[in-house]
């Protein structure tokens, strides 16, 4: 679930923002009124997106922090403001947001803008959405994001325990949860630039941190059985820290 922090100084609004977002299915991490608020917050959480009110109470506004969040946290933040003047604009540009939502918005805007920003995000961090055949999914940084619908599902990649192929459809078999894709086994791996995963046959790739046992013809992770080809099972002994 992708999580975001709000940062508005308006309460009712920022309510109201919370409600949708829960609404549209991501977590909220918190609220914060003002610049000293959300410096607090950041200390404590990690949010994958900010909605970022550019007019907050205090002489440090919203742009101020952007430039803190963007210095020492690196973490996206989409502008949300009443005020659309040029100056503004110009001001809010020099801190390269990764999108820009004028008030009053509706949900259904406020819904496409993350979706866009998610996809923005996703070219920025040079991480290539899988393409043979189309994908449900795309990767950023440590993050695999699975479009539901509406909305996009955050799996963290160091929780995935192996993959499955099916057809053009992968299963992802996770710590907590079990996720289908449309997309290529061969053209997945290559997305997730990771030395822990590893091809054990034509059908599986599975999560080597994980990994329990091996055998000639299987791989344990955890207390499942996956099995492995001959040539694989070479490869992986000449990878593994044998004693």
């Known amino acids: 679930m992708v999580k975001i ?8 609004i920022a309510e109201d923002v919370r409600s949708m977002l829960c609404k549209m299915g991501y977590e909220v991490l918190g609220v914060a009124m003002d610049y000293h608020e959300a410096i607090h917050l950041l200390k404590s959480t990690t949010p994958d997106l900010i909605l970022l009110d550019v007019n907050l109470n205090g002489s440090l506004d919203g742009i101020d922090l952007a ?31 990764i999108n820009y939502l004028v008030k009053p918005f509706k949900q259904e805007q406020l819904l496409t ?25 795309f990767i950023i940084k440590d993050a695999l994001f699975i479009k539901d619908k509406f909305k996009y599902t955050k799996l963290n990649i160091h929780e995935i325990l192996w993959i499955k192929s099916d057809g053009n459809y992968l299963e992802i078999k996770t710590l907590h949860k079990d996720e289908l894709i449309r997309a290529t086994l061969s053209n997945f791996i290559e997305r997730l630039n990771s030395q822990v995963f590893f091809k054990t046959h034509k059908s599986y790739i599975v999560n080597l941190d994980y990994m329990t046992n091996l055998e000639h013809n299987f791989v344990t992770i955890q207390q499942t059985k996956i099995p492995i080809a001959k040539n694989y099972y070479d490869i992986l002994v000449e990878k593994l820290n044998i004693v």
């Not at 922090?5 to 009712?12: K, T």
């Not at 403001?81 to 809010?92: C, I, Q």
């Open 5 to 12: 922090l709000i940062v508005e100084d308006e309460l009712i």
């Open 67 to 97: 430039h803190e969040i963007s210095k020492i946290y690196k973490i996206p933040f989409i502008y949300t403001t009443s005020y659309a003047d040029t100056p503004t604009l110009e001001r809010a540009k020099a801190t390269h947001p």
């Open 113 to 137: 803008t993350i979706e866009m920003a998610l996809h923005q995000l996703a070219a920025l961090e040079n991480a290539s959405i899988v393409s043979e055949p189309k994908a449900d999914s």
